[in-house]
Nanobody
Framework: VQLQASGGGSVQAGGSLRLSCEAS????????MGWYRQNPGRPRELIAT???????NLADSVKGRFTISRDNAKNVIDLQMDNLKPEDSGVYYC????????????????WGQGTLVTVSS
């Protein structure tokens, strides 16, 4: 499995950016894709995830500003980031977690390359 992320960049506070991530390879139907953010010296934190059935989980800090969507046919997720704040800055990583069936407790986890988001005040 490979995850190819795109998007990111630099923007002023209040601006918008869009991140995309495409998964390729053998992908099981039961999966969740999402975005995590990491800054130096800090653990990677969940920003937004969306499951194969459309269940969405958003970090409290981005609710009302970020929207995550997915195209199951293309194995693509998008993260629309609006009203960006300087604290949204960091390296954003695409993630795919999958399992072979709904009953399986064994998961496989994959990460894409990071993409840098910089929000200036």
């Amino acid at each position: 499995v490979q995850l190819q992320a795109s998007g990111g960049g630099s923007v002023q506070a209040g601006g918008s950016l869009r991140l995309s991530c495409e998964a390729s390879g053998t992908i099981f139907s039961y999966n969740t894709m999402g975005w995590y953010r990491q800054n130096p010296g800090r653990p990677r934190e969940l920003i937004a995830t969306v499951s194969h059935v459309g269940e969405i989980n958003l970090a409290d800090s981005v609710k009302g500003r970020f929207t995550i969507s997915r195209d199951n046919a293309k194995n693509v997720i998008d993260l629309q980031m609006d009203n960006l704040k300087p604290e949204d800055s960091g390296v954003y990583y695409c993630n795919l977690e999958m399992r072979v069936s709904s009953a399986s407790t064994v998961t496989s986890n994959f990460w894409g390359q990071g993409t840098l988001v910089t929000v200036s005040s």
